[in-house]
């Protein structure tokens, strides 16, 4: 298993001085990359490690197993971290992480329907629906309407053509069926989008619509709001919040919560713009390519 944590330098650099971590909560454990080098690193530090998917969770476990006694792990969504800090003992935390990017164990397995790389089932639960609604990307691709499609795609996704490919989904499964897998979905958005657009774009033609269905299905831009709701008053006085974004909803957020903090007297952003990826880095991992971290330190 290849794992690289996306900007570890950068978000170790936000945590010193090492030897005065004393209380971390990685609120989206993964595979255990940033929480091991936190470990190591900070000798006084004892983690609190959550992630909602189940099987990566046991990857992490097995990986950071050297420090065991210097963690607590937690099978649930970050949106329940009251609860969470409550069942490991604690009411608050020095030092919370967030890294709000899909796991690439999660892009990598075509059976959880992630990927527009890989053929799979339109599942994209990341809980696998042992906690959240049993809504997969399917359900929604295959009942919602054109409208609501469009509306989704058009928010979550930010795309140009989320009417188009709302339509052509439409068409697709009144003529064909249920559209179940992603092959087919994807088939269907290249049908969509034009090709002279197709070929100007950076990316995937697929990737805004992917992110739209996955957004929605897990909730995730609802959970985060909860999240920010709650971190000032769990956070304890001249404690840090670092936030590593991969869209501009989620960093438009995190953003503006970050400012209404200062604003309310509770602490100064840790630097007064994002930070993103080296060039070192981006040659290094190239999932890393939309990364921003964001720190905010409370007033002590």
């Known amino acids: ?23 971390v909560v990685d609120g989206t454990l993964g595979a255990g990359g940033h929480s091991m ?22 990857i992490a476990k097995d990986r950071l197993s050297a420090f065991k006694d210097r ?3 937690a099978l649930g969504n970050f949106r329940d971290i009251r ?34 790389n890989y053929n799979g089932p339109l599942d994209m639960r990341m809980d696998m629906g042992r906690v959240c609604s049993s809504l997969t990307a ?25 009417f188009q490919v709302a339509r052509a989904i439409c068409r697709r499964r009144e003529k ?11 088939e269907v958005i290249r049908s969509a989008v034009p090709a002279p657009a197709q070929r100007k774009m950076r990316g995937h033609p697929a990737r805004r619509i992917f992110q739209a269905l996955r957004i929605q299905v897990n909730d995730e831009m609802g959970a985060l709001e909860d999240l920010l709701d709650e971190l000032p008053q769990i956070t304890r006085r001249g404690g840090k919040v670092i936030f590593i974004t991969y869209h501009s909803l989620e960093d438009r ?5 970050m400012r209404s903090w ?5 602490g100064k952003p840790m630097t007064s713009r994002p930070l993103v990826p080296s060039e070192e880095e981006l040659e290094l991992n190239r999932r890393s390519r939309s990364a921003k971290v964001r720190g905010f330190l409370f007033t002590p």
């Open 37 to 58: 080098a936190i470990l190591e690193n900070c000798p006084n530090a004892f983690l609190i490690g959550i992630d909602q998917d189940e099987s990566i969770l046991a």
């Open 71 to 73: 963690v607590y792990f």
């Open 176 to 186: 064909d069926g249920p559209i179940m897998t992603c092959e087919e979905l994807v």
């Open 138 to 162: 399917a359900d929604i691709v295959n009942t919602w309407s054109p409208a609501e499609l469009t509306m989704l795609f058009r928010r979550y996704g930010e795309d140009p053509f989320a």
């Open 262 to 266: 200062a604003e309310a007297g509770l």
């Open 83 to 116: 609860s969470i800090l409550s069942d490991a003992g604690f009411d608050s935390a020095q030092v919370f992480l967030f890294d709000l990017g899909i796991s690439s164990l999660q892009v990598d397995s075509p059976e959880r329907g992630f990927s527009f």
């Open 1 to 23: 298993m290849v794992h690289v944590p996306v900007m570890l330098n950068e978000v170790l650099h936000m945590l010193s001085p090492f030897e005065d971590v004393e209380l």
């Open 253 to 257: 957020m995190v953003k503006r919560n």
